[in-house]
């Protein structure tokens, strides 16, 4: 089986009718969206839902609608220590549900319905709470509001996506991520079998089904992301969002129904490096050489994933794989311990701290394509296209008998004393420019060179069919 963060199962290898072709990607910096409705829909019962795959920790805003003075707002946001916690606060805390659960798996989809009726004559069906399918009941903190209170949602006033604002309309609070499938439901209350269904071979695996045929209501929208120059584009038909700090590079093919591994942020070491681009860029300082590796470790197939430097100091980035995670906490870069394998800048390979002559240079802006090849136990790497060793790949251990029974992709740096920056693209959404748009033989994925013959994007779906 791939190793894959738990979090929501559906998001690593269950297969599904129903197709979500595209994702957001959003920085955590500066991207949000917009608008101020034309009019006033219901106050009181709406119906929140959406996917996430959340790149970074810490406090990020979902959902905010109301005054742009930071208080007489309805808002969606993750804690500063990574509970779901939904608010309204007009002078006091109307709403308050704040999850004990935390959200902190940066490779699994999660799946977050908010449904509220606040005329409902019981506290506790007034906000419900949905997280994969299952209604939430366990709260570090939970304040219903009053029967037939109006919130500040489906309002006249500013909605804003993903981004806090504050006192004068100044922002913060970015959301770091993926989202897909966003959906305002304006007048209904809705239960998350209205967005999403288990699966009728696993019980435990949920997944998206097609909402377009929802009522959505006065101020209700779609986002679906599948027009890459306009993110914001309500695809039920009503006002679009406007986008800020998105461009057509935003959109992903990382979505509920066909998960990408990314760079994994949680296997960090003291000197870890910068993460951005929804996990697929990272900034290693001059202290740190591993790196980052990738979320999904591989069993058995053949693999395909691009790599850049875009930065670098010195001749010290390598490229590569390992099974052994002691790499990060070692702080030790692919190549140094045995099961590890890099293929250097100035062109040579690594493995068991042994450098060799291997194939030519490459510089910023080459694309490293590593073709890791678990059937016959060899690794392959290319330059611009162009396989390097005159085609002799490297002999690699069998995946069975290494320390974790399992190899992931890593980018790091080989020396302490320097630093660097690696771009990478596993298919979903690219940390570099493409110039083009290959796919693997499946039709997955999105790099700038065609994989391979029998090489595959490392995503859900070919995990599923491929067995990795």
Not at 83 to 90: E, G, P, V
Not at 106 to 131: F, S
Not at 415 to 421: F, I, L, N, P
Request: charged share 15%; net charge negative; proline share 3%.
């Amino acid at each position: 089986m791939p190793l894959i963060l738990p979090g929501n199962v559906a998001s690593a290898t269950a297969s599904t009718t129903f197709s979500v072709d595209n994702s957001c990607r959003l920085d955590g910096s500066s991207a949000y969206m917009h608008k101020t409705p034309g009019g006033a829909g219901n106050l009181r019962t709406f119906t929140i839902s959406f996917w996430v795959k959340k790149s970074g920790l810490g406090q990020q805003w979902m959902f905010q609608q109301g005054a742009d003075n930071g208080t007489d707002t309805t808002y969606l946001s993750f804690t500063s220590a990574d509970q779901l916690s939904f608010d309204d606060y007009q002078s006091a805390d109307n709403i308050q549900l704040r999850t004990n659960r935390l959200f902190r798996d940066p490779g699994a989809w999660y799946h977050i319905v908010i449904a509220v009726d606040t005329t409902q004559a019981t506290d506790t069906n007034r906000v419900k709470m949905y997280i994969n399918g299952t209604q939430e009941t366990s709260f570090a903190l939970s304040t219903y509001p009053s029967q037939n209170f109006d919130t500040k949602l489906n309002g006249t006033e500013l909605l804003t996506l993903c981004s806090r604002v504050d006192d004068g309309g100044s922002r913060g609070l970015y959301y770091n991520g993926y989202l897909a499938e966003v959906v305002m439901i304006d007048g209904l209350q809705l239960a998350a079998t209205s967005f999403g269904e288990f699966d009728e071979d696993s019980p435990t695996i949920w997944k998206p089904i097609d909402v377009s045929g929802l009522t959505f209501g006065t101020n209700g929208f779609y986002l679906d992301f599948e027009a890459s120059d306009n993110l914001g584009n309500d695809a039920n038909g009503g006002t679009d969002l406007t986008e800020a700090g998105l461009a057509a590079t935003d959109q992903a093919t990382d979505t509920p129904t066909n998960n990408f591994a990314t760079f994994n942020p949680l296997v960090s070491i003291t000197d870890a490096p910068t993460f951005s681009e929804g996990n697929c860029k990272i900034a290693i300082g001059s202290a740190g050489q591993f790196g980052a590796c990738s979320t999904v470790g591989l069993t058995a197939g053949k693999w395909y994933a691009e790599f850049v430097k875009s930065v670098t100091s010195d001749n010290d980035m390598c490229v590569g794989i390992t099974s052994d995670l002691d790499d990060a906490r070692s702080d030790n870069h692919a190549g140094v311990i045995s099961n590890s394998y890099s293929y250097r800048e100035t062109g040579t390979s690594i493995t068991g701290n042994s450098e060799s002559s291997y194939g030519d240079s490459y510089d910023t802006d080459d694309v490293i394509g590593v073709a890791l090849n678990l059937d016959d136990n060899e690794l392959t790497f290319y330059k611009d296209n162009v396989v390097q060793n005159s085609g002799t790949a490297l002999s690699i251990t069998a995946v069975a008998s290494t320390v974790t029974g399992a190899y992931f992709l890593t980018a790091s740096c080989s020396s302490s004393a320097q630093s660097g920056t690696w771009d990478a693209n596993f298919g979903g959404c690219s940390a570099f420019t493409l110039a083009s748009a290959a796919n693997d033989e499946n039709g997955y994925g999105n790099f700038e060179f065609a994989p391979p013959a029998g090489f595959l994007a490392i995503c859900s779906k070919n995990l599923g069919s491929d067995g990795g």
